[in-house]
């Protein structure tokens, strides 16, 4: 299994940027992904997850301005994050979940358990 993050950078607050990861070994359909991202000092955390289907779940601190998707003939996963703030600094991980959670229901993204991370992609925002 190889996941490869890229579209990362430097923004200041109020852009947009768009990261993608490349999912390889696996059949990436069939799998729940997800974007985690861990600031310095804090603890990682989710942002969102993705459905094979395409149904999505957010955290509260970025619904509304982020967007997650999946080209699964591609098994590339996207994150376009818009008006983008400084606490949205961090290194950003694409992973491979391992239980998103019942059919019809989700796992908080906090309880979700990751099968697989990619090596991650710098997001800075200044002010």
């Known amino acids: 299994v190889q996941l490869v993050e890229s579209g990362g950078g430097s923004v200041q607050s109020g852009g947009s940027l768009r990261l993608s990861c490349l999912a390889s070994?696996?059949?990436?359909?069939?799998?729940?992904m997800g974007w985690f991202r861990q600031a310095p000092g804090k603890e990682r955390e989710g942002v969102a997850s993705?459905?094979?289907?395409?149904?999505?779940l957010y955290a509260d601190s970025v619904k509304g301005r982020f967007t997650i998707s999946r080209d699964n003939a591609k098994s590339t996963l996207y994150l376009q994050m818009n008006g983008l703030k400084p606490e949205d600094t961090a290194m950003y991980y694409c992973?491979?979940?391992?239980?998103?959670?019942?059919?019809?229901?989700?796992?908080?993204?906090?309880?979700?358990?990751?099968?697989?991370w990619g090596q991650g992609t710098q997001v800075t925002v200044s002010s």
């Open positions: 070994g696996f059949t990436y359909s069939s799998y729940c």
């Open positions: 992973a491979r979940v391992q239980n998103c959670g019942p059919v019809g229901g989700w796992l908080p993204l906090s309880k979700m358990s990751v099968a697989y």
């Open positions: 993705i459905r094979g289907t395409g149904m999505s």
